[in-house]
């Protein structure tokens, strides 16, 4: 275990002994914590497969009170300890439900196929015990995990490219699929409701419908609305808001809803592109106010690979619209 002695200031680092992504933030027990993938360095190929993101295990990270220091749990969960996972542990997830904490994540089998899978433990700092399988059904990557108010837990899953998410379209792998035509409907993130003890699908997963505010679909070339990666779904005076990155244009943007399963319409950017090629996020209220956490390549000088968690507070506007944080500002 270790701290981040130096104070923390809004879109920083907030580790910096470590390279740090795909931050997922939650408060458990009164105290944020975050929970990224953990970049490290390698020799390995740079390309649209995403071989450069080698990730191979998990750390906890924890914030005190006031948000200025970050503690680092140490290792929470490792590929090796992962039965069915071969490799690329890419950005996970944590709920709590039933007394216990969980810990979702995306890693190729042994086929090479990313599955999604689960593991549980006492503490939200880990460690974690990865269930001896996937769960059943599970496909792509970055799941985000939402309880709502009503105890009904709700998995959002699916990125393109590297994440596999194109070659599943027929409800089957098709390794040589290819994306919709740039005219046509972009695939949509998926969705199923988990079961009871969050380790299975309750329900087949279902894509979600994002359109236009005349209730167009967006399209496959719009780069700029178009889902790609890195859902995240939060609530917000009774609306469910649904975050992503549109990957080639850098943006993290947003749609909203009345229904958790959607369909949702597009509203506006949360964040401007940042330094290096991914964009990936969470949102999560602590103590009356509301923060983005993000990453960037800042502290490895534009290694994109070896990539950095930072954070920024949040704000809507009075009819619920957010606004758009540059986070060089």
């Known amino acids: 275990m270790s701290d981040s002695r130096k104070p923390i ?11 740090t992504a ?12 975050v929970y990224p993938s953990h970049d490290i360095d390698h020799d390995g190929p740079t390309n649209d497969n995403g071989d450069q993101y080698a990730m191979e295990d998990y750390r906890v990270l924890s914030f005190d009170e006031e948000l200025t220091s970050c503690t680092d749990h140490g290792e929470a969960l490792h590929v090796r300890d ?26 190729r089998d042994h086929d090479g196929i990313f599955r999604i ?48 998410l194109e070659k599943w379209q027929t409800g089957e792998y098709v390794p040589d699929a290819a994306g919709p035509d740039p005219s046509a409907p972009a695939l949509g993130p998926r969705v199923a409701e988990l079961s009871g003890d969050l380790l ?6 279902a894509e979600i419908r994002i359109a236009d505010e005349d209730g167009t679909p967006i399209a496959a070339g719009d780069e700029e609305r178009r889902y790609f990666e ?4 939060h609530k917000h005076n009774g609306l469910y808001y649904l975050s992503y990155s549109t990957g080639t ?8 809803s009345d229904n958790p399963l959607g369909p949702f319409a597009f509203k506006g950017t949360i964040l401007t592109p940042v330094l290096g090629w991914t964009t990936h996020h969470s949102i999560v209220r602590y103590r009356d106010k509301w923060y983005l ?37």
């Open 9 to 19: 200031a809004p879109n920083e680092p907030i580790v910096t002994h470590l390279y």
């Open 22 to 33: 795909d931050p997922s933030a939650h408060v458990f027990e009164g105290k944020l914590y």
């Open 82 to 107: 992962v039965p069915w996972a071969s490799k690329q542990m890419w950005a996970p997830d944590a709920a709590f439900k039933n007394g216990r904490y969980y810990l979702f994540f995306p890693a």
């Open 117 to 164: 899978g689960v593991a549980t433990g006492d503490s939200p700092a880990g460690p974690f015990r990865a269930e001896p399988d996937c769960i059943p059904g599970s496909f792509s990557i970055d799941p985000a995990v939402f309880v709502d108010d009503d105890g009904r837990a709700y998995m959002y899953f699916g990125g393109l490219w590297g994440g596999q």
């Open 200 to 205: 299975s699908f309750r329900s087949a997963p």
């Open 230 to 233: 890195g859902p995240w779904m």
């Open 249 to 256: 244009t850098h943006k993290l943007v947003y749609a909203v």
């Open 293 to 329: 956490f993000y990453h960037d390549a800042s502290l490895s000088g534009g290694i994109d690979h070896k990539r950095s968690v930072k954070f920024a507070e949040l704000r809507y506007r009075d009819d619920g619209t957010i606004v758009t944080i540059d986070p060089y500002a």
